[in-house]
Structures are given as structure tokens and as C-alpha cells.
């Protein structure tokens, strides 16, 4: 069985101005299976994949991405974010069996 | 067939096809009897092996010792087992291969080898001895150890080494090109691996596809030296925040239906590498799959 599912990481670059558009990174470890893998006594291992995944910005929902069993195990997803403002930006990965991961990661502004 | 030293034997598969040929495999023949490396492709294939063990030799086939789960290198295991061999191998037989299942191998596999080469298969790789660190085996007045070295080319990886002789059975931790498969293990591993081949000094060594070469440590060199670009490379890469796609499009495409040409081994490893080097660029410990 896997372990460490549901390990979070947000990844933002480590000096940010004030309008900046930077690049988010964050992974999750999951199996993401696709129900169509066996194990090698032949019993199918059934889906289990993330479906739904949620990005906060200061409270407000800036972005929301729904999965499907496609996409690789411990996936990565990266998307753009203007930094107009100080605030915890927040990221929830959900699963199809009501599994719920969640990491956030301030975005605080350096001096330039 | 070549002679590495009194008793001991290489059966070579292709040379210059580097892991699309067909694999290698060897023997030890001993007073009290034959230990087997690898059992080839398919049972047919694996029936040429016994005949050709039978030339040298009449003592009976004790073991069959398994380099690793992937089918072209235990699809004829079950012949020598039908022989009297008993199975050494690690009990992790897991591969992408095997995802969907022992049957559905199977299958994929007789498109590879054809039906008539698969005639009589059952699956034999299951380990009578597992070994999952070291093993050393006594037979006839021969020292032969067994080293797990996974998961560098598959999690079940295993060398054989005759101390005495010098001689290593590396399975497909070398390939005679250098180009090394990691997809289904890990580029540290597999680094690790190459430092156990070292340090181990072998007079012979035997890959797993391919001419055995003049200078062991130099294939090991050249082996390391890919590993190691191709993870400074995806590295690299990573850390400046340059897409996958991007960072591999220095490597030519990898051949259709063709899933380890060397095009194609250079891209999917490229492929995993760069997926690890994400993980650690991003601080994730595990891998939720192993």
C-alpha cells in the first residue's frame, strides 16, 4: 500500500515584489491508479485517483482543476499567479474516495 | 558461448542491438551441479540455453538464479525449473511490465516472441531462495554470491558474482551501450550499483544485452557518466523552472513500437529523471507508489 499519499508541497519563488506574476509549483503524492492495473496475483487494483483540486488566494478561489485518472502519480501542477497582495495561498487536493489533502504557503513580499 | 573461466560460461544473446537484442545468460558448472544466470525469452529460447548446458555438461541444473522480473530475462525459467532448478531471486517482481497483471504480460509478451516461442510457458520467476541484501551459495566447491542491488534497474535486481573467478553477471545494471534503464528502478540506485561494481574489481564482467567488454570498468564509467549528465541535465532544468517538454527536446524522439531502442531507453529515462529531480527540487520524500 502506499504511504506518505496525501505529502503536500507548494513551491513559489523565494523573492517576490509586490505584481509580480510568478510561477506555482505543487506536487502531492498520491498512487493516482487508474483502475486498470492488476496486481501480479491478478486481483485489479481499483481507481483511486485525485479529482479535484482547489487554489485559494486570500480567502478568494482563484483557480479550481478537476482530474482525472489520466494524469501520473504524485502529480505536479503549475500555473501563474499575480501577486498583488500578502495572503496565505492555499491549495486542497481531493480524491474519489473522499481523501482531502490540503498545504498552503504564504506569499510575502521581499524588499526589492 | 564463451568461456570466462574453468567451468564458468557465458551464452551470449545479440550484440550491437544494445537492450533490444536478446539478453545474455551464463552458467556455473560445478561437481554437485549447474547453477543457471537468466533464463531467456520464452521457453523455447530457454530450451536452447539447456541444450546448449548439456553440450558442456550432464550434472543436473540445481539453480536458476534470476538477474531481475523482466520477461525476456525469466520468460524460460520454467524449463529449468521443469529441469530441477529451484528459483533464486528477489521477491519483488514488480515491473512496469507486469501493471497490468500476470496475464495480460503474457499476452503483450507473444506478440514479442510469437507463440510458437511461448509454447509450454507458465511463470517460474517466484523465488524458492528470495534474497533481498546478500546471499552467498556453496555448491561443489564454488563460492557464487548473490547481491541485490535494486531498485536501480528494476526493484528486483540482483548480480551474480564469483568471487574466486572474478567474475559478475550484472544483469541489465550494464548494457553494452551505457544506456542503462531506469524507469523501472532509480538513476541513485543504479549509481549505487555501478559503485558496488567497482568496488567488487571484476576481471569479467557480463551485461545484461551485448558483448561483454574488454574493460569492465570503463562501460561502468561510461554508464555512470550518462547517469550522472542526465541527472545534472534534469537538475538543472528543474531548478530554472523549464518545462519537461522543453528540457527534453535536445533528445531525439523515441522509436515508435520500439519502447527500448536506444532513442527511446534516452527519453524515458529523461522522463523519470526529470519526474525525481521535481520531487527533490520540491522536497517531497517519497514515492507513493514503492
Same mark, same amino acid.
Given at each position: 500500500?502506499?504511504?506518505?499519499?496525501?505529502?503536500?508541497?507548494?513551491?513559489?519563488?523565494?523573492r517576490?515584489?509586490q505584481?509580480?506574476?510568478i510561477?506555482?509549483?505543487?506536487?502531492?503524492?498520491h498512487?493516482?491508479d487508474?483502475?486498470?492495473?492488476?496486481?501480479?496475483?491478478?486481483?485489479?487494483?481499483?481507481?483511486?485517483?485525485?479529482?479535484?483540486?482547489?487554489?485559494?488566494?486570500?480567502?478568494?478561489?482563484?483557480?479550481?482543476?478537476?482530474?482525472?485518472?489520466?494524469?501520473?502519480?504524485?502529480?505536479?501542477?503549475?500555473?501563474?499567479?499575480?501577486?498583488?497582495?500578502?495572503a496565505?495561498?492555499?491549495?486542497?487536493?481531493?480524491?474519489?474516495?473522499?481523501?482531502?489533502y490540503?498545504?498552503?504557503?504564504?506569499?510575502?513580499?521581499?524588499?526589492? | 558461448m564463451q568461456?570466462?573461466?574453468?567451468?564458468?560460461?557465458?551464452?551470449?544473446?545479440?550484440t550491437? @542491438?544494445?537492450?533490444?537484442?536478446? #539478453?545474455?545468460?551464463?552458467?556455473?558448472?560445478?561437481?554437485?551441479?549447474?547453477?543457471?544466470?537468466?533464463?531467456e #525469452?520464452?521457453?523455447?529460447?530457454?530450451?536452447?540455453?539447456?541444450?546448449t548446458?548439456?553440450?558442456?555438461?550432464? @550434472?543436473?541444473?540445481?539453480?536458476?538464479?534470476?538477474?531481475?522480473h523482466?520477461?525476456?530475462h525469466?520468460?524460460g525459467?520454467?524449463?529449468?525449473?521443469?529441469?530441477?532448478?529451484?528459483?533464486?531471486a528477489?521477491?519483488d517482481?514488480r515491473?512496469?511490465?507486469?501493471?497490468?497483471?500476470p496475464?495480460?504480460?503474457?499476452?503483450?509478451?507473444?506478440?514479442?516472441?510469437g507463440?510458437?516461442?511461448m509454447?509450454?510457458?507458465?511463470?517460474?520467476?517466484?523465488?524458492?531462495?528470495?534474497?533481498?541484501?546478500?546471499?552467498?551459495?556453496?555448491?561443489?566447491?564454488?563460492?557464487?554470491?548473490?547481491?541485490?542491488?535494486g531498485?536501480?534497474?528494476?526493484?528486483g535486481?540482483?548480480?551474480?558474482?564469483?568471487?574466486m573467478?572474478?567474475?559478475?553477471?550484472?544483469?541489465?545494471?550494464?548494457?553494452?551501450?551505457?544506456?542503462?534503464?531506469?524507469?523501472?528502478?532509480?538513476?541513485?540506485?543504479?549509481?549505487?550499483?555501478?559503485?558496488?561494481?567497482?568496488?567488487?574489481?571484476?576481471?569479467?564482467?557480463?551485461p545484461?544485452?551485448?558483448?561483454?567488454?574488454?574493460?569492465?570498468?570503463?562501460?561502468?564509467? @561510461?554508464?555512470?557518466?550518462?547517469?550522472?549528465?542526465?541527472?545534472a541535465?534534469?537538475?538543472?532544468a528543474?531548478?530554472?523552472?523549464?518545462p519537461?517538454?522543453?528540457?527534453?527536446?535536445?533528445?531525439?524522439? #523515441?522509436?515508435?513500437n520500439? #519502447?527500448v531502442?536506444l532513442?527511446?531507453?534516452?527519453?524515458r529515462?529523461?522522463? @523519470?529523471?526529470?519526474?525525481?529531480?521535481?520531487k527533490?527540487?520540491?522536497?517531497?520524500s517519497?514515492?507513493?507508489?514503492?
Open positions: 500500500m502506499a504511504h506518505g499519499t496525501g505529502e503536500a508541497r507548494i513551491r513559489v519563488p523565494d517576490i515584489a505584481g509580480d506574476v510561477t506555482v509549483n505543487a506536487i502531492v503524492s498512487p493516482m487508474t483502475g486498470f492495473f492488476r496486481t501480479k496475483d491478478g486481483d485489479p487494483i481499483p481507481a483511486y485517483f485525485i479529482n479535484e483540486v482547489i487554489v485559494t488566494y486570500g480567502g478568494d478561489e482563484i483557480a479550481r482543476f478537476e482530474w482525472t485518472s489520466g494524469i501520473s502519480r504524485d502529480p505536479v501542477v503549475s500555473f501563474t499567479l499575480r501577486a498583488d497582495r500578502e496565505p495561498l492555499t491549495m486542497s487536493w481531493k480524491d474519489n474516495k473522499g481523501g482531502v490540503t498545504q498552503s504557503v504564504n506569499i510575502a513580499f521581499t524588499a526589492a | 568461456t570466462l573461466a574453468p567451468g564458468v560460461y557465458a551464452v551470449l544473446g545479440d550491437g @542491438r544494445g537492450s533490444e537484442g536478446r #539478453p545474455n545468460a551464463g552458467f556455473i558448472v560445478t561437481p554437485d551441479g549447474v547453477v543457471v544466470v537468466d533464463a #525469452p520464452s521457453p523455447a529460447a530457454g530450451e536452447t540455453l539447456l541444450r548446458i548439456r553440450s558442456v555438461t550432464r @550434472r543436473p541444473i540445481r539453480w536458476l538464479v534470476l538477474t531481475h523482466h520477461p525476456d525469466h520468460f525459467a520454467i524449463v529449468f525449473r521443469r529441469a530441477g532448478a529451484r528459483v533464486i528477489h521477491p517482481t515491473t512496469l511490465a507486469s501493471e497490468g497483471g496475464d495480460e504480460e503474457m499476452i503483450n509478451w507473444i506478440r514479442v516472441v507463440l510458437d516461442a509454447r509450454g510457458f507458465a511463470y517460474a520467476d517466484t523465488p524458492d531462495r528470495p534474497v533481498t541484501g546478500s546471499d552467498t551459495l556453496r555448491l561443489g566447491g564454488r563460492t557464487i554470491v548473490i547481491l541485490a542491488v531498485p536501480a534497474h528494476t526493484p535486481d540482483l548480480m551474480v558474482w564469483l568471487p573467478e572474478r567474475v559478475l553477471f550484472a544483469g541489465d545494471i550494464l548494457v553494452e551501450d551505457g544506456v542503462t534503464m531506469v524507469v523501472d528502478g532509480s538513476a541513485p540506485a543504479l549509481l549505487r550499483a555501478l559503485a558496488s561494481v567497482d568496488s567488487l574489481g571484476p576481471r569479467v564482467a557480463v545484461g544485452h551485448g558483448a561483454i567488454p574488454a574493460d569492465a570498468a570503463a562501460l561502468v564509467a @561510461r554508464t555512470r557518466d550518462y547517469v550522472t549528465g542526465l541527472r541535465e534534469m537538475r538543472a528543474v531548478e530554472q523552472g523549464v519537461m517538454k522543453r528540457a527534453l527536446s535536445a533528445l531525439p524522439p #523515441p522509436d515508435e520500439r #519502447p531502442s532513442n527511446s531507453r534516452r527519453r529515462n529523461a522522463v @523519470r529523471v526529470y519526474v525525481d529531480e521535481e527533490a527540487v520540491m522536497g517531497l517519497g514515492d507513493s507508489a514503492r
